[in-house]
């Protein structure tokens, strides 16, 4: 009955985008720390987790992405989170998530607010 | 006389692994599709059964798949009461629930997780430990009303669609 689930890192527009297809438990937290830490050492700074909506998280998938931000704290990424369904975005309020992260609707969205972001540091 | 289809019970056994807890959450949200629940309720439901199981197996079963966490799920026209007993071989319930200070735990000052019960209690509109001397296991009730609010007098006008007053639908 283990929740399977599959970790892709890629790499578009500047930023590092961790794909998670499958349920976010208990299960998940060793691929998910893995592709967190291959992102990170090479050095990505925007890091978006684009989920799937549909997919199911429950306490312990939100205790491991407590200790992802936790990281990212330490290594000044910024973190994105996209793709969430509104029951899950409201959850992230709740916890306080969304203190430590920036919740964008749809993957497009985040990599619009980090091109924009890019060109005004270009221009500023 | 009661009146025919009044309430409807769904008794689940699990095994006290995880994983299983998938099971339970989803014959409870089945179940409250029938009774014509939001799809936002549902989506508390599933969070609330889900967390509740997790602990039964990982707290009162201690993640022994010989052992069995049983989920009773009895619904009426306006409401349905979720039952999680488990064997009660593990850690004793916690006396309170506070919320987490993520703040805390993001600085290390906290140990991370801990938001499974604070978390039940957002989404449903009851939920308790009872104490079971019968079996010496461990027992967990919620409830959760089909409209938000419809267990307090001050929002029982709100709107009530789908199912008729006083039955459930025939196929339930």
């Given amino acids: 009955m283990n929740g399977e689930i599959r970790v892709t890192v890629r790499f578009e527009k500047g930023a590092t985008i961790i794909d998670l297809a499958g349920d976010v438990t208990t299960f998940a937290e060793e691929a998910i720390h893995k592709a967190y830490q291959d992102a990170s050492s090479d050095g990505a700074r925007n890091i978006i987790f684009n989920f799937r909506e549909g997919d199911y998280i429950n306490s312990a998938g939100i205790a491991i992405l407590i200790g992802i931000v936790t990281e990212a704290r330490k290594r000044d990424q910024r973190l994105l989170m996209t793709g969430l369904s509104s029951h899950f975005q409201k959850i992230f309020r709740m916890v306080g998530l969304t203190q430590y992260a920036d919740l964008y609707p749809t993957l497009e969205d985040a990599l619009a607010s980090l091109d924009v972001e890019y060109q005004g540091n270009e221009t500023g | ?172």
């Fill in chain 2, 1 to 172: 006389m009661i009146p025919p289809h009044t309430s409807r019970v769904v008794e689940l056994k699990i095994p006290s692994e995880l994983g299983y807890e998938r099971v339970a959450r989803e014959a409870a949200a089945t179940v409250a599709r029938r009774l014509g629940f939001s799809p936002e309720r549902i989506e508390e439901l599933k969070t609330a059964v889900d967390e509740a199981c997790s602990n039964a197996i990982r707290h009162g079963g201690k993640s022994d798949a010989r052992m069995k966490v049983i989920v009773v799920l009895t619904a009426d026209e306006t409401k349905l009461d979720i039952l999680v007993k488990d064997p009660g071989i593990g850690d004793s319930p916690p006396s309170e629930v506070v919320a987490p200070d993520i703040q805390a735990q993001v600085e290390g000052r906290d140990p991370k997780g801990g938001l499974g019960l604070w978390l039940i209690r957002q989404m449903v509109d009851e939920a308790y430990f009872v104490e079971d001397e019968e079996s010496g296991g461990s027992q967990f009730r919620m409830i959760i009303y089909r409209v938000t609010g419809e267990g307090t007098s001050a929002l029982s006008d709100v709107s009530q669609s789908v199912v008729d007053e006083g039955t459930l639908p025939d196929e339930w």
